[in-house]
């Protein structure tokens, strides 16, 4: 929280951040239509005039609020990969780096980020602001699964499995919007991740 | 269209679909917000009291559409999968029902469902209506692509693996909402397909 001897510079991105998170809040748990400028403030414990500052309209809100989400899940698979480079090698290694892609598709984020998307389908203004953003995106999440898998990408079928794995997640986080799917989804995880590895191992 | 000779209960039953049918087209074009009782009916050339008729409410018109949705989605499955038992057995007969359940996942029906998807996940009336409906038709379909592709979903590895085909068609689906995803899908289809031929037919 802001104090009178914390720098200006300081409190002004405290402010943005909070704004962010209460985006993400906000379409996570009432949907799109609820989250707007005004209530986003609110929740936030902003002004409108100080949210206006920040975000002049509700589109730089919303794709500030999908970069935001993007860097906070980016962090979240830096620290996963760090503790999987201590999982001893082989199908665990594989194991836990599915696993923590699948949960990071399961996350608010991913339930905030959905009400972007859907809504950016029949919004062509929104959907061409953030088509680049998922683009770089995208290539980014495929690299960290790369790496923190540690197998080659130049090959195709490494390529091609890894980024099924990536549309796996994406899928599996859709199935868990409306009811909690976690039973169904770690069998189907600990499933895919013994295929994968057998796939990625065998002899070519 | 109605013509005089036709009986009253038919009249009724074609004025019911033209307004399904323009349901889905609102949702898959225009988003949630538009897909309204009042936009469905001028968009099905029924009055407002007709349409009212059939869907006294949005809740009544919006579930019935996605059964209507679900219903066509099947009838497609059937046609597919008569045309896949026509392929010679092996791997083509693998590939062509994956393909076949991806490509479902990318129609305006798929794009529409998701529409009520996201809505409802932050509306608790509407997601009490569907998550049954969801669980039915998520059944239905494990056991037409099982059917499709000849295996004995009581071997749990099969069982798993199926599942995860159709989390990914999910997944795919989704990554197709913003752009054309079409060339990355067919090169993931085909490494699936391959991948997952091998895993059901692996010797255990």
Same mark, same amino acid.
């Given at each position: 929280?802001?104090?009178?001897?914390?720098?200006?510079?300081?409190? @002004?991105?405290?402010?943005?951040?909070?704004?962010?998170?209460?985006?993400?809040?906000?379409?996570?748990? $009432?949907?799109?239509?609820?989250?707007?400028?005004? *209530?986003?403030?609110?929740?936030?414990?902003?002004?409108?005039?100080?949210?206006?500052?920040?975000?002049?309209?509700?589109?730089? /809100?919303? $794709?500030?609020?999908?970069?935001?989400?993007?860097? $906070?899940?980016?962090?979240?698979?830096?620290?996963?990969?760090?503790? %999987?480079?201590? *999982?001893? !090698?082989?199908?665990?290694?594989? !194991?836990?780096?599915?696993?923590? #892609? %699948?949960?990071?598709?399961? @996350?608010?984020?991913?339930?905030?980020?959905?009400?972007?998307?859907?809504?950016?389908?029949?919004?062509? %203004? #929104?959907?061409?602001?953030? *088509?680049?953003?998922?683009?770089?995106?995208?290539?980014?999440?495929?690299?960290?699964?790369?790496?923190?898998?540690? *197998?080659?990408?130049?090959?195709?079928?490494?390529?091609?499995?890894?980024?099924?794995?990536?549309?796996?997640?994406?899928?599996?986080?859709?199935?868990?919007?409306?009811?909690?799917?976690? /039973?169904?989804?770690? !069998?189907?995880?600990?499933?895919?991740?013994?295929?994968?590895?057998?796939?990625? $191992?065998?002899?070519?």
């Amino acid at each position: 929280m802001a104090t009178p001897h914390e720098p200006k510079q300081d409190r @002004s991105r405290a402010t943005r951040q909070r704004l962010l998170e209460a985006t993400i809040d906000c379409l996570a748990e $009432t949907g799109w239509a609820a989250a707007t400028v005004a *209530v986003v403030a609110e929740r936030a414990g902003v002004s409108r005039g100080a949210a206006q500052h920040h975000f002049p309209t509700r589109e730089d /809100l919303i $794709t500030a609020a999908l970069e935001y989400m993007f860097e $906070t899940r980016m962090d979240q698979a830096k620290a996963d990969a760090l503790a %999987v480079s201590e *999982v001893a !090698e082989g199908v665990a290694r594989t !194991e836990a780096v599915v696993a923590g #892609l %699948v949960e990071s598709y399961t @996350s608010p984020l991913f339930k905030a980020a959905l009400q972007v998307w859907t809504h950016a389908a029949a919004d062509p %203004v #929104l959907r061409e602001r953030i *088509v680049p953003m998922e683009a770089r995106f995208g290539r980014i999440s495929h690299r960290m699964a790369i790496e923190a898998l540690g *197998v080659d990408d130049t090959d195709p079928v490494t390529h091609h499995l890894v980024q099924a794995t990536l549309d796996l997640a994406r899928g599996l986080g859709l199935a868990d919007v409306l009811t909690d799917d976690s /039973l169904r989804r770690k !069998e189907i995880v600990q499933q895919w991740a013994a295929t994968l590895h057998m796939a990625l $191992t065998a002899p070519r």
